[in-house]
Structures are given as structure tokens and as C-alpha cells.
């Protein structure tokens, strides 16, 4: 999966969260009472390459949190934002290119734990943590002590520069902490289509023809 766009809702228990999902413009995949979070997939869009736009509204609809997320793995491009009552509380930005995480705002969320450390693994030996880019031995005794330290505490800053993530399995260990399923979401969002491209596209094709018109004039 080289792009994966979604969101991960709390839904408190709210009879009209069905509702509110529709007023998003959420296409429903499910009925009945809904779960205490769901996963809403968003379709991508040329023009729509980042986190679903409706996730600061939604969260202010709902009264809870909306933890959205954007990632590109062929190029190691990866967003998270976090949102609570319509409010931004977290925001991380990686890009490999650019040499790591180059956004970090807000206080530190609960749930990074799940993103940042996979649960079973250790500096130590066998179960290599996933986000660790460097080699067993090439790995100093200072960063396996900072490693581990940031680990019990469940907060990443400290380590940040170590960590690298390259796949979806941290988003997938995200979903899990919040007991949803990204293979059965109960909503599927896309995005409004965007006229841009194709009017770019016009002028490129009007240019293109407008030469050929005047070269066709020209050798008259």
C-alpha cells in the first residue's frame, strides 16, 4: 500500500453519529449502534494528497476526538493530526527527503505510544523495533539508553532523530490501540473533485495547439 488516507473517530455513543457522518460527506458502510471509535477510509485525489479536510468540523460536530492521517510509503511521507472538539491538539509531519520529522506541534498523545514502539520489540535483540533505521551494531550504547528510556515513557521526542518509519504497520498499531479494523471501516470519504487539474491541463493543450496553429500560418 504505497498511500493509505484515514481517520479514526470517537463516536461517544452518539445516536445522530450517523447522521453527523452523512452531514460530512461520509458514504455510511454500517448500521446500528456505533462502536466507541470508527475507521473512516478516504479515497485519495491528485489534489487531496494529506489528511481528510473534514477532520477538525467533525470533531467539533462530535464533541471527541478525530486522529487523521495521511502517508505515501513509496516516498516515505507520512502526517498525523489530532483533534479534539474541533481543536488541533497535535500535529506531525515526516518527510525522509527533508531529514525526518519536520513538524511537531502540540503536547504529546497518548496513542503515540502505539505509533512510535511496537509493543515486543528491543534494542536488546531479536524483535528489532520497526522504526529504527540503524543496524543492531552500529547503534551506541547513549541512543539504545535514550531509545529505551523514551519507550517506557511513551513519549518519542527525545528519540525522534532515530525514528524512521517506512511501512504502514505503525498506523496499523495506531488503529488496533483504538480497537478498529482499517479492512472494515464504517464510512468512506472522498474528496471534492477539484477542478485545477484539468484547467491546467486546458492551457497546456490550448498552448500546444495555438503553436501548432501558428506554425501551420507561419509556413504559408
Known amino acids: 500500500m504505497s498511500t493509505w488516507i484515514g481517520a479514526v473517530v470517537e463516536t461517544r455513543g452518539r445516536e445522530d453519529f450517523w447522521d453527523i457522518l452523512r452531514r460530512h460527506g461520509v458514504e455510511l458502510l454500517a448500521t446500528g449502534a456505533p462502536p466507541a471509535f470508527a475507521f473512516i477510509e478516504c479515497t485519495r485525489a491528485f489534489s487531496a494528497l494529506a489528511p481528510p479536510a473534514f477532520s477538525g468540523a467533525l470533531s467539533r460536530d462530535v464533541g471527541g476526538m478525530v486522529l487523521a ?6 516516498v516515505d511521507v507520512y502526517e498525523l493530526q489530532c483533534f479534539r472538539s474541533g481543536e488541533r491538539v497535535r500535529l506531525l509531519e515526516y518527510t525522509r527527503d527533508r531529514g525526518g520529522w519536520i513538524k511537531q506541534e502540540g503536547e504529546v498523545q497518548p496513542w503515540e505510544r502505539s505509533f512510535f514502539f511496537e509493543e515486543g520489540s528491543t534494542v536488546d535483540g ?3 523495533p520497526d522504526l529504527l533505521d540503524t543496524e543492531m551494531s552500529e547503534l ?3 541512543d539504545r539508553a535514550r531509545y529505551e528510556a523514551a519507550k517506557r515513557s511513551g513519549d518519542a521526542t527525545p528519540v525522534l532523530d532515530l525514528l524512521h518509519p517506512h511501512s504502514t504497520r505503525p498506523l496499523h498499531r495506531l488503529c488496533a490501540s483504538f480497537g478498529v479494523d482499517p479492512s472494515a471501516p464504517v464510512g468512506r470519504w472522498r474528496p471534492p473533485r477539484s477542478a485545477k487539474p484539468w484547467l491546467l491541463l486546458g492551457v497546456v493543450l490550448a498552448f ?13
Open 140 to 142: 551506541s550504547e547513549e
Open 69 to 74: 492521517f495521511f502517508a505515501q510509503t513509496n
Open 208 to 220: 500546444f495547439v495555438g503553436m501548432s496553429l501558428l506554425g501551420a500560418l507561419t509556413r504559408r
Open 126 to 128: 531479536a524483535a528489532w
